[in-house]
């Protein structure tokens, strides 16, 4: 019984096949881009661990390791990862890798307080720590080597700039998740530079029918809004839906990347994209890690190492395209 | 739970509504206090709302109670029946993701992949169902296995095949433009538009009617939900009914994976989580039992479209952002309550 309905499956699935796109056209193409993996070093097999605060199923943790990874294989280390939303779950997660006694820890301070004792810990320890994305304002005070990150408000002034030149009126900015300090900081840092009005909105980031539904509320009852501006290259797509559904037309702008953001801006959907380039604070922060073991190196000196806001457009997303498909950029 | 839910009074066991007078059977139907409910919401938010009014407006309401809403019926189908299901919200992610993988690694028309997705979501269902028959375990606790199973094989499934935490995009795929006929599309009524979600919605509303109103699977369902003990001694067929049940929240399911899919073409993999609740909600809003034995689907509609206008009418009065979960607790509570008032004047009038 089992096995006929398999067959029956396998043998509709054979009979039909999509000509077009599929593995097969994704598998094409790799064999065609096929990138080695060997280490450039002889230094010895280093451990370093990453713990992050990253929820399940995030696309941008995914990019971060995709970079930690890739310098990992040069530098010859063995890298280990770990993720827990909750500040506290994310404390014991580095006790456990303390407790194994690794040679380099990279964290992220999303939630300073609770990871302060692990911190002086892993100092005490003598491991190096180098925090990535969230935390530069702590960083530092926290016995960390170096922070590599966007600075949000930062980015989010750079949003302002934006649209200032662009000549836009009135912006509404989608939070997708309530209570993120970091979107909040993007929020009014884009405020602060912003010549015309920005508004605010909540939506449920785990339902994409409630944000899009919720974005066209919005436009519906108000006007005015000449742009809106998601702050994750997921909710781009649907806030673009959303505007054509409301008759809107709004430019939509995001923040990060993704491969339908650059196809986006290729296509004209979307103004602009700001990139905090996530696999470089992946990438750096492991390659920094080793520099320290083997040379001593430290960057930054004290201020952190800034992997963003960069503001990417049309012109931008042609040759970013290929890199955002790989999951790369 | 059914098995410690109290006896439950005479009249209370819904059934096949009472014949008499137009005004009699209104009374006796679990729906009148959620449909006075949606009136006064409605009309609250036409006062304060400027944009409420708009054919497009209304449009956007429908969309977003459509996608609770479709989920909101079997759901409630499930709670008269005298279960829960907490694995609803994951489900609809999981089987979009069957979905979208099962074309994409296959390189297999689209609609291979929806098939496919149909006969792993019902098995999913059937799980449920058969677990709970077997072991009389709380459906409660089942459930919660089964969600937290689902989100791991989510994430962990989707990083495995596909190497990152979402799908890679079909659209571009064969079948695809069908398909998002079928599942995503809009029709165009004089000026409004209404996502085919809704025609969805409305048709599992009157098919759920149908059975739980003249068909014997829909006595069999308050009969299993108001007092399993005295039903399987009269001949009705409990395992049958409760797994038939979950096969029902799996199909809707189903059709709601699928409008995700072929709506935003990429799924992400942590995409659900939470939206049981909301379900579960629209529900107990359309005048469901949290102990079984009552409610309709017509009440889980209604409770869904409170549910999609409070939840939009914030945003379209333009309240503050920050506020928006008090407000949308506080205005949900008062249509509830109206709701209880009205159907507690509606019994004591009987």
Aim: net charge neutral; aromatic share 8%.
């Amino acid at each position: 019984m089992t096995a006929a309905v398999l067959a029956a499956v396998l043998g509709t699935a054979l009979a039909g096949c999509s000509s077009t796109g599929g593995k097969r056209a994704e598998e094409r193409a790799a064999r065609e881009a096929a990138a080695g993996g060997r280490a450039a070093v002889n230094t010895p097999k280093w451990t370093f661990a990453m713990v992050t605060h990253s929820g399940d199923g995030d696309t941008f943790w995914d990019i971060v390791q995709s970079g930690a990874k890739q310098a990992a294989v040069k530098d010859n280390i063995k890298f280990l990862y770990a993720h827990n939303e909750e500040g506290k779950e994310q404390a014991q997660l580095v006790q456990s890798y303390l407790d194994q006694k690794v040679d380099g820890l990279i964290v992220t301070l999303a939630k300073p307080d609770a990871m302060k004792s692990v911190m002086k810990k892993a100092q005490k320890a003598g491991i190096p720590v180098i925090t990535v994305n969230s935390g530069s304002e702590v960083s530092k005070a926290m016995g960390a080597l170096t922070h590599i990150g966007q600075d949000e408000t930062i980015a989010g002034e750079a949003v302002g700039d934006e649209l200032n030149k662009r000549g836009r009126k009135k912006a509404l900015c989608v939070i997708h998740e309530q209570g993120n300090v970091g979107l909040e900081q993007r929020c009014d840092g884009a405020a602060k530079t912003f010549d015309g009005k920005l508004e605010k909105i909540y939506v449920e980031g785990t339902n994409m029918p409630d944000v899009q539904s919720s974005v066209e509320a919005k436009l519906q009852s108000d006007k005015g809004i000449d742009t809106v501006l998601a702050l994750g290259a997921p909710f781009a797509d649907t806030a673009a839906k959303a505007a054509e559904q409301a008759g809107s037309d709004a430019e939509i702008d995001t923040f990060d990347l993704n491969a339908k953001v650059a196809a986006a801006l290729q296509n004209g959907t979307l103004g602009f994209a700001v990139d905090q380039q996530p696999y470089l604070q992946g990438y750096e922060a492991v390659d920094l890690l080793w520099l320290n073991r083997y040379n001593a190196d430290v960057l930054g000196g004290g201020r952190p190492v800034l992997t963003g806001p960069q503001i990417i457009t049309k012109d931008d997303a042609a040759q970013l395209a290929a890199y955002t498909k790989r999951g790369t950029r | 739970m059914s098995a410690q839910a109290p006896p439950v009074q005479e009249e209370l066991v819904g059934g096949p509504p009472v014949r008499g007078s137009l005004a009699r059977r209104l009374v006796g139907r679990p729906e009148l206090g959620a449909v006075v409910g949606a009136v006064a919401v409605f009309v609250f938010f036409s006062v304060v709302a400027d944009a409420f009014l708009q054919w497009s407006s209304f449009s956007t309401v429908l969309y977003a109670s459509s996608t609770i809403g479709i989920m909101a019926v079997p759901v409630a189908l499930l709670m008269i029946g005298g279960e829960f299901d907490l694995s609803t919200g994951v489900l609809v992610t999981s089987s979009a993701l069957i979905s979208s993988m099962f074309s994409y690694q296959m390189t297999a028309n689209v609609w291979v992949g929806v098939g496919v997705s149909l006969l792993a979501t019902l098995a999913i269902g059937f799980f449920n169902g058969y677990l709970l028959v077997r072991t009389n375990l709380p459906s409660f606790i089942i459930t919660l296995g089964t969600f937290l199973i689902l989100q791991g094989c989510n994430l962990g499934f989707t990083k495995l095949i596909s190497d990152t935490v979402s799908t890679k995009s079909i659209s571009d795929m064969e079948g695809f433009p069908s398909a998002h006929k079928v599942f995503a599309s809009h029709l165009t009524i004089g000026d409004v538009e209404i996502q085919i979600t809704v025609v969805w919605w409305l048709a599992l509303v009157a098919l759920a009617t149908w059975i739980l109103l003249r068909t014997r699977a829909g006595n069999w369902i308050f009969a299993v939900g108001g007092a399993k003990e005295a039903a399987r001694a009269v001949g009705v067929p409990v395992a049958r009914t409760k797994i038939g049940l979950y096969l029902g929240v799996a199909l809707a399911a189903w059709i709601s994976g699928q409008h995700l899919l072929f709506n935003y073409d990429v799924v992400q993999s942590g995409e659900g989580v939470g939206n049981e609740l909301l379900y579960i909600i629209a529900a107990v809003i359309g005048g469901c039992l949290l102990t079984g034995g009552y409610g309709s689907a017509v009440g889980a509609a209604v409770g869904a479209f409170i549910f999609g206008m409070t939840n939009k009418g914030i945003v379209y009065a333009q309240w503050g952002a920050d506020w928006f979960k008090f407000f949308l607790g506080a205005m949900l509570l008062l249509a509830t309550l109206l709701n209880w008032w009205v159907r507690k004047r509606a019994e004591e009038s009987k």
